[in-house]
């Protein structure tokens, strides 16, 4: 498989010294660094990411040769991070691929309009309040890659350089790949999805999922522009989201199925998260039989002060 060329005698060292306390509390680490340590899930993650990629497709490739000199000076870089995925409690999920554009690269001027709003942490608790007063249930949604959901206008075409290691391991998954390969091993692509760390792709999936809200009958609140709300059967059901990440509330179990339906049929990749229990934005959500709600980020925390006592014996 890609994932096991170049790296076999890696996993095995790693393997046999297990792995490192202070690896296992880190959020972040470079492709290049999860080679080098050989870790077997790390390079299964960007395979699985830029198949995801390639699946949609996210860019089309583009000879350098027939770029004019001023298309070429505007060719981006991208960087492949890796990221451990915890849950509310601290438990670890999974490791997390994911392909950035060099985004700091881009000319800023030239978008009218790139900011995005993020639900308040104060609306979440107002939300959960409501719905442990009116005992509604909750779902939490993920809608993995979201923003390639986002179509790129030909306007604001996006020129970018992958590196030669994420440009080997793509030539493997994509025999096309292979023929664009520059001398220096890298690949050049034009973007036709909104790619996380491009400086519009957040406005462009904000629009993509209010255009979606709207369209299934939903009324924008004025005071949190992350809070759209629609009658059902008599019924209020509210959804509020941070970026990818949605939170959906209703006294009606099947007005929140009929919403989820409609959202799977507008996007790909969505994760439903039903029942008592619920781990968003950091908070673990435990509704239950009792006569009220609880929230925690027990784990989060835990997370924050372990973090601190390995950088003060470093």
Partial sequence: TVASRGVNSNRAEAASRG????????????????????????????????KQLTKWPVWEYVDTKTLSYTKAKTIIRSHMF????????????????????????????????IS???VATETVFAIIAIAAIERRHIFTLDITGAYLNAV??????????LDPITARILAQID???????????????????????????ARLWYDRLR?????LGFIQNPY???????????????????????????ESQD????????IEGEFEGVSVSRGDSHSYLGMQIETGDKDYYTVNMSGYLDKILDNNRINMRH
Wanted: aromatic share 6%; charged share 30%; glycine share 4%.
């Fill in 19 to 50: 792995v490192d306390h202070r690896t296992l509390k880190a959020y972040n680490t470079s492709l290049r660094k999860a080679i080098k340590e050989g870790d077997e899930q790390t390079v299964d993650a960007v395979v699985a990411e830029l």
């Fill in 82 to 113: 890796l990221k451990k995925k915890f849950d509310a409690v601290g438990n670890f999920q999974k490791w997390k691929a994911r392909l950035v554009a060099g985004g700091d690269q881009q000319d800023k001027s030239l978008y009218t309009n």
């Fill in 116 to 118: 995005s709003p993020t």
């Fill in 152 to 161: 790129i206008p030909e306007s604001q075409k996006v020129y970018m350089r």
């Fill in 175 to 201: 025999p096309t790949a292979a023929k664009q390969r520059e001398r220096d091993g890298t690949i050049v692509v034009r973007l036709t999805r909104a790619l996380y760390g491009c400086v519009q792709s």
């Fill in 211 to 215: 255009e979606a809200l709207l369209k």
């Fill in 224 to 250: 949190d522009l992350c809070v759209f709300n629609k009658v059902i059967k008599g019924k209020q059901l509210t959804i509020a989201f941070h970026v990818d990440d949605l939170i959906m509330t209703c």
């Fill in 255 to 262: 007005a929140l199925e009929q919403v989820v339906s409609a």
